[in-house]
């Protein structure tokens, strides 16, 4: 990647195998790359909230550890875009892994019962995060990370796709912006990647308050911790739909399918969105 463009800073020379296409210490001495940093205050906060609001509500244990594993990928990617370390890297892409891991356990397992354990499918996660994690250490190959956290992510969503449209059709909406909107983010992930030097010549011709919004990477945070704490949301609306339908079934509102799937798909995603807030067994 051509280093025009970026600077000396407080964090020395960069030692991690990645540099992205914002200019290093372009806008503050203390952090290397300011976008990419401030951007994962989305994957930081939101998700911290989401863990509190379970815990308050009685979730399952596996919905607080989603939420906390997105923070924890959200506070290692800050480390690493403030720094460009190469410790700090591994800090953000090994809970990219566990977190995902997490991910694929919850959606395999969301039609148990509470407090039931897979120990079949634990014990291959945990062997699958633990081969990556000694290969990735040995080889120190981003590409060998990228295509492990694709085939979880590919994973998702075809398990997410299978659900809204074999289970819990009505979750469709909530489902499809989760995942659009993080292939979103990966679309600029691509995108700063492929054209980084058309994208720094034109922000050196334009003011930085333009300049900034071309800042894909810094949008792929946005844009994949968004989607990543809908799709715990989505998660959680299992619950609330199972609860939902005992609830309905035991007031005679049976049945509630029906009376959603006369709703777009965007009205569903946002009536879902209000239930999971307002249901009793999450308020
Ligand atoms: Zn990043």
């Not at 039609?111 to 080889?139: A, E, G, P, Q, R």
């Not at 939902?244 to 399918?257: D, E, G, H, N, Y």
Request: charged share 10%.
């Amino acid at each position: 990647m051509a280093p025009a463009g970026d600077r000396e800073g407080y964090w020395g020379p960069t030692t991690s195998t990645l540099d992205w296409c914002e200019e290093n210490y372009a806008v503050t001495w203390y952090i290397a790359e300011f976008w990419n940093t401030v951007s994962n205050l989305i994957m930081i906060l939101p998700p911290i909230f989401g863990a509190m609001q379970s815990v308050r509500s009685g979730l399952e244990k596996r919905y607080i550890a989603s939420y906390l594993a997105l923070t924890v990928v959200g506070m290692g990617s800050w480390c690493f875009h403030m720094t460009l370390k190469y410790e700090m890297q591994l800090l953000d892409e090994l809970p990219m892994i566990y977190s995902c891991c997490i991910f694929v356990y919850c959606m395999f397992e969301c039609f148990k019962m509470k407090k039931s354990v897979n120990y079949h499918l634990l014990f291959t996660l945990v062997l699958f995060s633990l081969i990556v994690t000694m290969v990735y250490l040995k080889v120190k190959e981003p590409i060998f990370h990228q295509v492990m956290y694709g085939m979880l992510v590919f994973t998702l969503v075809v398990r997410s796709i299978y659900i809204v449209t074999w289970v819990y059709p009505w979750l469709r909406g909530l489902g499809y912006t989760s995942l659009g909107v993080f292939l979103l983010g990966f679309l600029f992930w691509n995108i700063d990647n492929i054209f980084c030097d058309s994208l720094r010549n034109f922000r050196k011709k334009v003011p930085p308050v333009i300049g900034v919004t071309t800042q894909f990477h810094a949008w792929w945070h946005i844009l994949t911790g968004l989607g990543s704490y809908l799709h715990i949301l989505f998660r959680v609306c299992f619950t609330v739909v199972m609860g939902i339908t005992f609830w309905a079934s035991k007031l005679l509102l049976w049945p509630v399918a029906p009376f959603t799937a006369g709703l777009s798909a965007r009205c569903q995603g946002i009536w879902l969105f209000f239930l999971c807030f307002e249901h009793p067994m999450l308020s």
